[in-house]
């Protein structure tokens, strides 16, 4: 059974580990590390400086194996109403397995249910296929507004993504 948790530093190690080669590192975090391959010590840096928010929610999904997957949720506006998830990744040898969509949606459900939150975002590009159905079969859906991100000298166009308190 998969279960959600906050993040711990050591689930550092574990994550870093999923990601092999730049093309899926900036999939999963665009341009938000200057460079790659990062380690454990880079991602607890990076979630350090927001560790004394009550607005950055750095999650761990685990299941009776250990973590198996990751994800960030942050508010988005002051009153606390919008929630936009990110930084979504998955243990590389359990892809394609249902835990993406597992995660999702329990995140989703804390979201609405705990945190009260009446809508939630989510950005992906549209080269990551695997990210994208994910998230439709989740319940989001796009919104029509879309960006462009320069990664490794190309333009990568991001589709944004919504779902509200139904």
């Known amino acids: 059974m998969l279960r959600l948790r906050p993040y711990k530093k050591c689930d550092a190690r574990y994550i870093v580990s999923w990601i092999k080669d730049e093309v ?3 999939k999963w975090c665009a341009d938000r590390y200057e460079s790659y391959p990062i380690g454990p010590e880079d991602m607890n840096a990076q979630y350090a400086a927001t560790d004394d928010t009550d607005t950055f929610f750095p999650m761990t999904a685990f299941d009776e194996t250990g973590v198996v997957g990751h994800m960030i949720m942050r508010f988005t506006d002051e009153e606390k109403q919008e929630l936009r ?3 979504v990744i998955v243990d590389d040898s359990k892809r394609g397995k249902g835990y993406g969509r597992e995660m999702i949606g329990l995140a989703m459900k804390y979201a609405f249910e705990i945190l009260k939150v009446q809508k939630i975002t989510i950005g992906v590009f549209d ?3 695997s990210a994208y159905k994910c998230y439709i079969s989740s319940g989001f859906h796009e919104t029509g507004e879309n960006s462009f ?3 490794l000298g190309q333009e990568w166009r991001c589709l944004e993504l919504e779902v509200s308190r139904g």
Request: overall charge neutral; hydrophobic content about 35%.
């Open 127 to 129: 080269n990551n296929e």
């Open 85 to 87: 998830f990110g930084f």
């Open 24 to 26: 899926s590192f900036r």
């Open 149 to 151: 991100c320069s990664v």
